[in-house]
C-alpha cells in the first residue's frame, strides 16, 4: 500500500507565504508524476500545480509566478512553495501522485490522493 501524507497549511494572510509538504510512502517502485489540486467550497478540484520525474513543472495560469511546485526523488516527496497568497487561494489543498508498485514479479501504477490540507487567506 502507498500513502501521502501532506503537511504545511494553516491561516495566512493576504500577501503572505505558505509551504505545503507531501511525503510518500509504501511499496514505491517510481512515481511518475506528482502534483497539488485544490478545491475550494461550491467549485470544482482543479489542478494548481504537477511535475514529472525529470521534467519541468506545469502550473495553473492563476498562480504561475506566485507558486512554485519541486520535488525530492530520494525523499519521495512534492513540495508547494506559495508566496503572495491571495483570498482566492483559499481552499483545502490535495497531493496527487502517480506510482508504480513492485510486488514479487508483478508491478502495477495507481493514482493516489492524500488526505487533504486547508489553506485559508484572509485578514
Known amino acids: 500500500q502507498v500513502q501521502l501524507l501532506e503537511s504545511g497549511g494553516g491561516l495566512v494572510q493576504p500577501g503572505g507565504s505558505l509551504r505545503l509538504s507531501c511525503a510518500a510512502s509504501?511499496?514505491?517502485?517510481?512515481?511518475?508524476?506528482m502534483g497539488w489540486y485544490r478545491q475550494a467550497p461550491g467549485k470544482q478540484r482543479e489542478l494548481v500545480a504537477s511535475i514529472f520525474d525529470g521534467g519541468a513543472p506545469n502550473y495553473a495560469d492563476s498562480v504561475k509566478g506566485r507558486f512554485t511546485i519541486t520535488r525530492d526523488n530520494a525523499k519521495n516527496t512534492v513540495y508547494l512553495q506559495m508566496n503572495s497568497l491571495k483570498p482566492e487561494d483559499t481552499a483545502v489543498y490535495y497531493c496527487n501522485a502517480d506510482i508504480s508498485s513492485k510486488s514479487g514479479i508483478r508491478y502495477s501504477r495507481n493514482a493516489y490522493w492524500g488526505q487533504g490540507t486547508q489553506v485559508t487567506v484572509s485578514s
Open positions: 509504501g511499496s514505491i517502485f517510481s512515481i511518475n508524476v
